[in-house]
């Protein structure tokens, strides 16, 4: 009896370990008498004791790698040092398992060489002003070269380029002397546009003035015009009163003398009369008679 509590013990001992639970993002990779057998995704699984075994077990996230800067030659002989950051993923365990060894070294050399590549057909100014086509570039060629290892390559960044310390110093030389361009360029439209608007105002500040002048004196002309023409009505009023009265020719001359009369009046003035004057006052009187009403006959007339 205690040989079989000794063996049913040690047979607990032995299965227990056997029985896995693989989490979830992980993947095991199972081998059966050295050889390949199966992967385990997540869950409850048992293996067989003494001849499957665990040969790795491998993340399915994302993974992140910065890598070392690089130094990489232009097309124009710079030298630089240059970084970059890859984002995989691994896809395929059994690959990843058994296509490389060590796999992460693997990426970064394939990395290295790439860049190289890619920055030995560009100048020195097309590699600090690409970064887009480098990093697209990069991630294509190696996702294709990493296909094979089970790994997906996501996104592939160029994180620093460091150009030599001279080509940097006159790099920052030409982008103050680009600053100073570009305000000397501002500040002369700045006080271009001061000006327009200086001449702009004063423009409109003497058409306001000439449009003022030409107000007044239209004002002005109109008033004597006016004026004019109710001087001249009242002559006309006047001559009409006169011409209702049955005045004659005589004493529309008469009226003409008595405006010369004002007309002279001075010490200095000398008038000439025409000899129809001498006329004038015995026509007034008989005028003075022919308007006076009618006197009521006396009964012995």
Request: hydrophobic share 40%.
């Amino acid at each position: 009896m205690e040989i079989l509590l000794a063996i049913l013990i040690i047979v607990v001992i032995i299965l227990i370990p056997c029985v896995k639970v693989v989490p979830q993002a992980k993947a095991y990779v199972i081998e059966r008498l050295g050889s390949y057998y199966v992967t385990w995704g997540n869950g409850l699984h048992f293996k067989v004791p003494f001849i499957d075994r665990i040969a790795s077990i491998v993340s399915l996230k994302e993974t992140v790698k910065d890598f070392d800067p690089q130094p990489v030659i232009t097309k124009d002989n710079v030298t630089m040092q240059i970084d970059t950051v890859v984002y995989f993923q691994i896809t395929d365990a059994k690959l990843y398992t058994y296509g490389v060894d060590y796999p992460i070294s693997a990426i970064e050399n394939l990395t290295a060489t790439t860049l190289r590549n890619l920055i030995g057909e560009l100048e020195l100014d097309q590699t600090l002003t690409s970064r887009d086509i480098i990093n697209s570039k990069m991630r294509s060629i190696l996702d294709e070269a990493t296909d094979p290892w089970g790994i997906k390559v996501n996104r592939v960044e160029v994180k620093n380029i460091l150009p030599p310390k001279d080509i940097q110093e006159a790099m920052e030389k030409q982008m103050r002397a680009e600053r100073e361009r570009r305000e000397k360029i501002l500040q002369a439209e700045g006080e271009k546009k001061s000006s327009i608007l200086i001449a702009e105002g004063e423009k409109e500040s003497a058409i306001l003035r000439a449009e003022a002048e030409k107000e007044a004196k239209i004002k002005r002309a109109e008033g004597e015009a006016e004026a004019l023409l109710k001087l001249k009505q009242a002559e006309a009023d006047g001559m009409k009163l006169l011409k209702d009265a049955k005045a004659d020719e005589a004493v529309l001359r008469l009226k003409s003398y008595e405006t010369l009369s004002k007309v002279a009046d001075g010490s200095a003035t000398k008038i000439i009369l025409p000899a129809e004057l001498s006329h004038i006052a015995s026509f007034g009187t008989i005028l003075k008679e022919s308007l006076k009403p009618d006197h009521p006959k006396k009964p012995h007339e």
